[in-house]
């Protein structure tokens, strides 16, 4: 079992609806949250950064963390044609190496 | 501000042959990892670096990889004596410290022929 759960979709949703992305993960330690956009044949950029349980938002995004159930989510408002891409969820322990899911593919149709 | 450089952009090689991949972090970051990333897939941790410790070489497929950082600045990874598997997109990323936000470069694209 991988160490960080995420479904590879594709996720396809209208234009301006709300995208809803999820990762669960197993390892208790990790205390430091991240969620990544990636376009094709582009690397990474980030969207969210979150320290330990709690909700954070940013613009459309807003970022969840339970960390008693080890799952977090993204959520993206109205949404629109140009956030077509892969979304990568990433997290760590203190002091360690960031842990990838295998990122989610989301498709918004105009 | 600029953010993490990485290059080549692109790279063919011959199997057989060494490649040396360069990844320039944002300027007083003081920890880098690398990755790759293989067609549609995601992304395979191989080394971090943090400050004067000892690098997390775990993720190191084979001692054919190498990777290290002068200075506590610009990294080098190695591949030595290429295979075709070793096709990939090679990633870097940078942190200003520990545990803060890491911010990736736009990759190295490997194919070996």
């Known amino acids: 079992q991988k160490e960080v759960e995420q479904d590879p979709g594709p996720l396809s949703v209208p234009e301006g609806a709300i995208v809803s992305l999820n990762c669960t993960y197993s390892?208790?330690?990790?205390?430091?949250f991240m969620w990544y956009r990636q376009y094709s044949r582009k690397g990474p950029e980030l969207l969210m950064y979150t320290y330990s349980s709690g909700n954070k938002e940013d613009g459309r995004f807003t970022a969840q963390v339970d960390k008693s159930s080890k799952y977090i989510s993204l959520f993206i408002r109205d949404s629109q044609p140009s956030d077509s891409a892969t979304y990568l969820c990433a997290m760590k322990a203190a002091g360690n190496k960031l842990t990838f899911g295998g990122g989610t593919r989301v498709l918004v149709k105009p | 501000g600029a953010g993490v450089s990485q290059s080549p952009s692109n790279k063919v090689t011959e199997k057989g042959k060494d490649v040396e991949l360069r990844c320039d972090p944002i300027s007083g970051h003081t920890a880098l990892y690398w990755y790759r990333q293989s067609l549609g897939q995601g992304l395979e941790f191989l080394i971090y670096f943090q400050g004067n410790s000892a690098p997390d070489k775990s993720g190191l497929p084979s001692d054919r990889f190498s990777a290290e950082r002068t200075g506590g600045s610009v990294s080098t990874l190695t591949i030595q004596r290429t295979q075709q598997e070793d096709s990939a997109v090679y990633l870097c990323?940078?942190?200003?410290?520990?545990?803060?936000?890491?911010?990736f470069g736009q990759g190295t694209r490997l194919t070996v022929v």
């Open positions: 390892n208790s330690a990790f205390q430091y």
């Open positions: 990323a940078s942190s200003l410290a520990m545990d803060t936000e890491a911010f």
